[in-house]
Structure formats: C-alpha cells, structure tokens
C-alpha cells in the first residue's frame, strides 16, 4: 500500500496536491485553458473514465522491462531545511542521513505508481543512476518555471556527457509550480530533465512520478479526472498514484522509437531502492511540520467513530493546524 500525502482541511495550509505544468517542449494540448460548459466537461470526463482504466488486462506472458536510470540532484534549500529540522547531535551529518533515507523511500514509492501500468502490460522501472547534492542552488527564490528548468538544464550541460537517461532537480525553492520538465525528451542529454518541488513530503513521489511521465512522452490527461498525469491533482483523488490507459500508449509510442534504445542498456551502478517508510514520515506530525514549513505544526487528534472510519478508508487521513 502507498501512503498518501498530507490532507489539508479548513484551507490551513497550500494545496500542496495541486499538479500545474505545462510543457515546454513540442507540446499541442487542445482543450487545455479553454472554458467548456459543464455538461460537456463531465461527459468527455466519463468518456476518459471508462476507457482510460478498464479492468485490469490479463496478458500472457511476462512484459519487457524498461529500465529508466534516473540522475536525482538535490539543491542547497532542500538540504538546508533537513539540517533545520535536527534537534541533536550533529545536524548536518543527521539531515544527509534523513535526506538520503528519505530519497530512497520517494524513489521506491514512484516504483509503487509505475507499477500501475503492469495490468496493461507495460513495465518501467525507476533506477537511481547518481544522486548529487549540491551546496550552491541553481536559480534565485520566485524564479518562473520555465527559467528554472532552463538554468537546470544548462548546469547538467556543463557536467560534461550525460550517463543517465533522464534527471530530475529536486529544489525546496518556489518556481511557481510543483513540476515541470520537457516532454519526450528521454534519452536525449539535452532536454531529458524536469525541476519538482521538494517539499519533504510524499508529495513529491507523486510530482516526479508526473513529470518523469511527461519526460517519458505521456501529455496531460483530461482534467478532473484523477489520474497521475491530470493537470491538476488533489488528495481526494483515489487515483492519484495510477497511470491511465492512454498515458500508457503515450508511452509504448515513445518505446517504439529508436531513440529511446536507452531503456532497454543500463549500467550495473545503479539502484532501485525498495525501503520502508522512513522514521521522519512516518510521523503525521513532522508530515505537517514539512507542509506547512512550521515547526508549530501538528497532527490535529480525533478521537471518533468518523475518524476512524476515515482512517480505514483513507490512505492520507492527517489534519493539521499551525501554532
């Protein structure tokens, strides 16, 4: 089972679910922006709904496994807030340590989502190629998405020829979006990278999860309609951790390109970490400490038949206020 995110209720904190970034690259959404009366709007999602995620396919056989070695970089910010939070010992040994325990943890958790397409008869995996955490960050605070990606983008040019399949920056800095990378673009040492918030959260699991989508050719799914690669995801949406049917034949278009031949070569120095939940998220009380970015934040305590209720049904049932 696969933990959810933080739940924010009473608007107490950001709607840190909220997925928007569109595409930089060879990107064509119709529709996207534009205004449709309602009754439109529910029939093609209903129409999405039944066919993007039927009943799980039973296929013979086993299916090729495509191997995504991923280049993760963490940047200054991000380290920084895991030094703040120790209270002991030392502090920047004990934030690496969280840090990286964490990082293993998100990276198994993003398996656990790809992992939805295997009913349809597709199987990626997410392979950690390097990660670097840097001391320097690559774009000021408040810089626009695009301008962000661009400057990470430019920094992995300099490192010289690239052996990984696709990177992805991890930033605690604001670039005015939770994600946004290049589109198809896998393979390529140019372009094929994306930026996501970190916001220590399982949050991000779910945001580099979409944007490894996007990197992997998947565009947007439909609005409202829940799936990873919706536009928008919220914490009410059920399937939030799953890839849709046509996500998927996004994908298998993409494979049956010659220039995606990296998928199917990898090196032996690379990892797919398969973790438990860490000490720091398994705590509702850091969870919300981390998503509200105060350390008087917590858990709020119910004690009641509905809570409990919320709890078995629930993947994510936390409320949090802040002091």
Same mark, same amino acid.
């Given at each position: 089972? !696969?933990?959810?995110?933080?739940? #924010?209720?009473?608007?107490? #904190? +950001?709607?840190?679910?909220?997925?928007?970034? @569109?595409? !930089?690259?060879?990107?064509?959404?119709?529709?996207?922006?534009?205004?449709?009366?309602?009754?439109?709007?529910?029939?093609?999602?209903?129409? &999405?709904?039944?066919?993007? *995620?039927?009943?799980?396919?039973?296929?013979?056989?086993? @299916? +090729? =496994?495509?191997?995504?070695?991923?280049?993760?970089?963490?940047?200054?910010?991000?380290?920084?807030? *895991?030094?703040?939070?120790?209270?002991?010992?030392?502090?920047?040994?004990?934030?690496?340590?969280?840090?990286?325990?964490?990082?293993?943890?998100?990276?198994?958790?993003?398996?656990?989502?790809?992992?939805?397409?295997?009913? $349809?008869?597709?199987?990626?995996? !997410?392979?950690? /190629?390097?990660?670097?955490?840097?001391?320097?960050?690559?774009?000021?605070?408040?810089?626009?998405? $695009?301008?962000?990606?661009?400057? %990470?983008?430019?920094?992995?040019?300099?490192?010289?020829?690239?052996?990984?399949?696709?990177?992805?920056?991890?930033?605690?800095?604001?670039?005015?979006?939770?994600?946004?990378?290049?589109?198809?673009?896998?393979?390529?040492?140019? %372009?094929?990278?994306? =930026?996501? %918030?970190?916001?220590?959260?399982?949050?991000?699991?779910?945001?580099?999860?979409?944007?490894?989508?996007?990197?992997?050719?998947?565009?947007?799914? +439909?609005?409202?309609?829940?799936?990873?690669?919706? +536009?928008?995801?919220?914490?009410?949406?059920?399937?939030?951790?799953?890839?849709?049917?046509?996500?998927?034949?996004? &994908?298998?278009?993409?494979?049956?390109?010659?220039?995606?031949?990296?998928? /199917?070569?990898?090196?032996?120095?690379?990892?797919?970490?398969?973790?438990?939940?860490?000490?720091?998220?398994?705590?509702?009380?850091?969870?919300?400490?981390?998503?509200?970015?105060?350390?008087?934040?917590?858990? #709020?305590?119910?004690?009641?038949?509905?809570?409990?209720?919320?709890?078995?049904?629930?993947?994510?049932? %936390? &409320?949090?206020?802040?002091?």
């Amino acid at each position: 089972m !696969i933990a959810g995110p933080v739940w #924010c209720v009473l608007d107490v #904190c +950001p709607h840190t679910s909220d997925i928007s970034d @569109p595409d !930089i690259a060879d990107t064509d959404i119709a529709g996207l922006g534009v205004a449709e009366p309602f009754a439109v709007v529910a029939v093609r999602v209903l129409l &999405f709904q039944f066919l993007a *995620y039927p009943e799980p396919l039973v296929l013979p056989g086993a @299916p +090729p =496994i495509y191997e995504l070695e991923v280049y993760f970089v963490v940047d200054k910010s991000v380290i920084n807030r *895991y030094v703040a939070e120790q209270t002991s010992g030392n502090s920047v040994r004990n934030g690496m340590v969280s840090l990286k325990a964490d990082i293993n943890y998100f990276i198994s958790e993003m398996n656990e989502i790809f992992a939805s397409l295997r009913p $349809m008869g597709l199987h990626i995996v !997410i392979l950690k /190629r390097k990660l670097s955490v840097l001391d320097v960050n690559l774009f000021l605070d408040n810089v626009p998405a $695009m301008l962000a990606l661009k400057a %990470f983008n430019h920094w992995l040019q300099k490192q010289g020829p690239a052996e990984y399949d696709a990177a992805i920056l991890w930033t605690g800095l604001n670039f005015q979006e939770l994600g946004r990378a290049y589109l198809g673009k896998v393979c390529k040492s140019s %372009f094929a990278s994306g =930026i996501v %918030f970190y916001d220590m959260t399982y949050q991000v699991s779910i945001v580099t999860a979409h944007e490894l989508g996007h990197i992997l050719g998947a565009h947007h799914d +439909p609005a409202l309609t829940g799936f990873l690669m919706a +536009p928008h995801i919220g914490t009410l949406d059920t399937k939030r951790w799953q890839f849709s049917l046509p996500s998927k034949n996004y &994908f298998d278009a993409l494979f049956a390109k010659p220039s995606s031949s990296c998928l /199917r070569s990898t090196t032996t120095d690379r990892t797919a970490p398969s973790t438990g939940v860490t000490v720091a998220l398994a705590n509702p009380d850091t969870i919300c400490r981390r998503a509200k970015r105060n350390k008087g934040s917590y858990m #709020c305590k119910v004690n009641t038949d509905d809570f409990m209720k919320m709890l078995i049904e629930r993947k994510d049932p %936390f &409320f949090f206020y802040s002091d």
